[in-house]
């Protein structure tokens, strides 16, 4: 009989644990090479040796290694999920063999090329290249290059990599463009559809920035009775032209946004739309989408009114032109236009004191703003800033957005929402400890009380840090969101908030102007169901609605989720493209000293924010031979020899002393 193995009855044998699994999470690489994890044991760092061929983005699993004690370090020993598939960089060849080296300096390796697939590229040209195989400690990378981008000596090769390594589509197919010249103006047949009004006896007009190519939103103002005013918002009706599953839509549902560079626009619909036939021109018939608002004297809204119209354009006024007129330098088109100026600026300034009244987070900050010449070399940096002129039209457009929010919350049916959750608690806190640090007010920070960020904002405004507060102010926050449960908006205190104003540019705006108008002829049911029978019938007789609105009330989920990354991807290229001019301005100044603010402290050295709103790095090499503590929690550098205190919004003097616009990095020396 076989004896059975393993210890005897009643005999303990020592306990043998699982073992603990290696810790996970996304690896965020920076431009000199080293990386950082955030897991659920924390953060660890990375150095460039122990990357093991991770690049930023991807989900990896990291092994800890003993430390400097400072940081805790780790390797990476799996990469979970690749963040990327495509690669750009310079291509290179020599006897036979090509190489794209990229240029974004956070890959460090190489990816190599069939030269012979590729006939037509040639050693100095920029390519976006599909990833083959990604590098293992015995093969080298591979990949194939796609598309040539252009060549490294070409003036805005900056911007181009820059949309190239987001994989941005810049081209419309030609069933695309087929779709969009092929669509007509009808304003007998459009009138002839239930429910759309003419509002072409209106006095209506534009007010947009003064290189403005797209007029997405009008304005109306009519004085009524007893003190009261009817503010008309009026939106273009791209849903009209643009039918749910076309090519066109397709094309649109997959960008979801226009995106802004410094010297280009990328649209989401092709310019015969967006530039013309959506766009509301001064002296054009045009559709739109009206959301008429009447307001009180006291700026309370006591009736809403929602259809689709015909509008004609009075006037096309500029931000700076209309903010000179108010400030009594200087007149407009016509007396009608200026009465009607000055009552939508009147009616604005009582808005957004009741939205703050009522909790609204009313951020002010400053933006920087390139002004370049013919070829693309910048000749003035100006820093812009929230005007009269601006915000009438911000007010307008948040009034007609929560209007209509409202009127499909109260009905039940499917829309897409713009929601804003409460910030979370850890990142409240983390932006408390920085306000002990400046001396600012705390109380009702925790208890999430807008007014309490309100009044952070406030001591900022006439200070010297006001771009560091404002900025950790927002960053505290989480960022708003696509839904389709309304949830509302808390940086607004509203408590149902769309977007529904610029359906030229955002998809999800598009979206909501199909469903209102479904909503508007009777296709929904009590509780949000599509009414078959009113949709077929709405169909038949030529009105002006979604055919497959079940399929399109399916995908609404996915369309928000969608929607919500491509405008982070938009975001990041906006930025980045201001950025890399503002470098490329900068690289003509070095050896200049500049006066800045401390942003941040760490392991690196010392954050400066200048002027421009660029910021830099003071190295912590160049601090001289004394060795500095940092102190993460309270973003202090302290010099262990002279007791020296480098504090976060503390005022400095540095000098410039090199500039990388491909990489946006900013070298400075504390003067």
């Not at 291509?91 to 190489?99: A, M, R, S, T």
């Not at 119209?309 to 088109?333: H, P, T």
């Not at 830099?616 to 973003?635: I, K, N, W």
Request: glycine share 8%; proline share 4%.
């Amino acid at each position: 009989m076989a004896r059975r193995r393993g210890r005897r009855r009643g005999r303990k044998g020592p306990v043998r644990r699982a073992a603990r699994p290696d810790p996970s999470g996304t690896i965020s690489i920076k431009r000199r090479g080293y990386g950082f994890v955030e897991t659920n044991e924390g953060e660890f760092f990375v150095s460039q040796r122990d990357l093991h061929g991770a690049m930023d983005g991807d989900r990896v699993i990291v092994s800890p290694v003993s430390g400097d004690g400072r940081r805790r370090r780790a390797r990476v020993v799996h990469v979970l999920v690749r963040s990327h598939d495509t690669v750009v960089g310079t291509y290179e060849e020599n006897q036979g063999l090509g190489v794209v080296v990229p240029a974004d300096t956070r890959i460090s390796f190489d990816f190599f090329v069939d030269a012979s697939s590729c006939p037509d590229v040639h050693t100095g040209d920029v390519v976006r290249a599909r990833i083959v195989a990604y590098p293992t400690r015995h093969t080298a990378a591979r990949a194939f290059v796609e598309e040539v981008v252009g060549r490294d000596s070409d003036a805005d090769i900056a911007q181009r990599v820059l949309v190239a390594s987001h994989d941005v589509e810049t081209v419309f197919s030609d069933q695309v463009l087929d779709e969009a010249r092929a669509a007509k103006l009808d304003v007998a047949a459009a009138l002839a559809q239930p429910g759309r009004r003419d509002l072409r006896d209106r006095h209506v007009f534009t007010i947009d920035p003064v290189d403005a190519r797209d007029f997405d939103d009008a304005i109306s103002v009519e004085e009524l009775d007893e003190g009261k005013v009817r503010l008309g918002v009026h939106i273009a009706d791209v849903s009209h032209y643009v039918p749910w599953n076309s090519a066109l839509d397709l094309a649109a549902r997959r960008r979801s946004t226009s995106v802004y560079l410094v010297d280009r626009v990328i649209p989401m619909l092709p310019e015969e739309l967006s530039c013309d036939l959506c766009s509301l021109k001064p002296g054009c018939d045009r559709l739109a989408f009206t959301v008429d608002v009447v307001l009180d004297a006291t700026g309370a809204v006591v009736a809403t009114d929602l259809y689709p119209s015909v509008i004609r354009s009075r006037a096309r006024l500029d931000y700076e032109q209309v903010q000179r007129f108010l400030d009594g330098d200087g007149c407009l088109s016509d007396p009608r236009t200026e009465r009607g100026v000055s009552c939508l600026a009147e009616i604005a300034d009582g808005l957004r004191a009741r939205r703050v009244e009522h909790g609204a987070i009313d951020f002010d900050g400053e933006e920087p703003h390139v002004a370049l010449d013919d070829q693309g070399r910048v000749v003035q940096v100006l820093l812009r800033h929230r005007t009269r002129a601006t915000g009438a039209i911000e007010e307008a457009m948040i009034l007609a957005n929560r209007v209509v929010a409202r009127h499909m919350h109260d009905r039940g049916v499917p829309m897409v929402y713009r929601i804003h959750e409460a910030p979370a608690l850890e990142s409240v806190a983390r932006l408390k400890s920085l306000l002990l640090e400046l001396s600012y007010p705390v109380d009702g920070l925790m208890e999430l009380q807008p007014r309490a960020f309100q009044d952070v904002l406030a001591r900022a405004a006439e200070r010297p840090e006001r771009e560091l507060v404002t900025n950790r102010v927002l960053r505290s926050m989480k960022r708003a969101v696509y839904r389709t449960d309304n949830l509302g908006h808390f940086g607004l205190a509203a408590d149902a908030y769309t977007h529904f104003t610029s359906p030229i540019r955002r998809y999800p705006d598009l979206v909501a102007h199909r469903l209102l108008k479904a909503q508007l002829r009777g296709c929904f049911a009590t509780g949000g169901d599509v009414r078959t029978s009113h949709l077929a019938q709405a169909v038949r007789e030529g009105e002006d609605v979604t055919p497959d609105l079940p399929k399109l009330c399916d995908s609404l989920g996915w369309i928000c989720e969608h929607a919500s990354g491509q405008e982070r991807v938009a975001a990041e290229i906006e930025s980045s493209s201001v950025q890399i001019k503002l470098c490329e301005y900068l690289a003509d100044h070095v050896g200049e000293t500049y006066p800045g603010v401390v942003t941040g402290v760490s392991n690196s050295g010392l954050y400066v924010m200048l002027p421009i709103m660029v910021k830099g790095l003071v190295p912590m090499r160049s601090l001289g031979q004394e060795y500095f503590v940092v102190d993460a929690e309270h973003q202090t550098l302290t010099g262990e020899d002279s007791g020296r205190v480098l504090r976060i919004g503390m005022q400095v003097r540095v000098t410039l002393k090199a500039v990388s616009p491909s990489e946006q990095t900013v070298d400075l020396e504390l003067s």
